[in-house]
């Protein structure tokens, strides 16, 4: 018992570090939550597989005062998105835009599926039909049957 109140005390104390400074927060609660939206949207470069809202990295920690400061100043949430991406390329989105440069990256599975598809009907299509039993093997299988 002791164990687990030891565990719940521990994921607490994680849980009031990762929570961000309260001096850090705009004053306009929406702009603080329209900022908040947008760190879902941006992905940390250190973590790589994290948006910045989740993770506590230094540099999460900086790309969430540049777009409070970006809010802040009145620009729309395309105009964050526009600055972070000519600052750090479209990696920077955690759900990039669909456009030619990256074309690849969003139909690649669909391709990838299809081809297989074609290649399995193709495969199976070109499976022969088994030979006919000849005359020699159907008495063997006859006899087979009339001993089991």
């Known amino acids: 018992m002791k164990l687990r109140a030891f565990f719940l005390t521990l994921a607490a104390v994680v849980c009031m570090a990762a ?17 908040r939206s947008l760190f879902k949207e941006v992905r940390c ?4 597989s994290e948006s910045i809202d989740d993770s506590e990295s230094l540099f999460a920690q900086t790309a969430r005062k540049v777009i409070r400061e970006q809010v802040e100043q ?10 972070l991406i000519d600052r750090y390329g479209e990696y920077i989105l955690l759900k990039p835009p669909f456009n030619p440069a990256n074309l690849a990256l969003w139909l690649g599975p669909f391709v990838l599926v299809a081809v297989g598809g074609a290649g ?29």
């Open 19 to 35: 929570a961000s400074d309260p001096s850090e927060r705009l004053q306009d609660p929406a702009q603080e939550a329209r900022a």
């Open 120 to 148: 399995m009907f193709m495969l199976l299509r070109r499976r022969e039909a088994p030979a006919p039993l000849t005359a020699e093997e159907e008495a063997r299988v006859a006899k087979l049957m009339d001993q089991g």
């Open 74 to 83: 009145g620009a729309s949430d395309t105009q964050v998105k526009r600055f």
């Open 45 to 48: 470069l250190i973590c790589q």
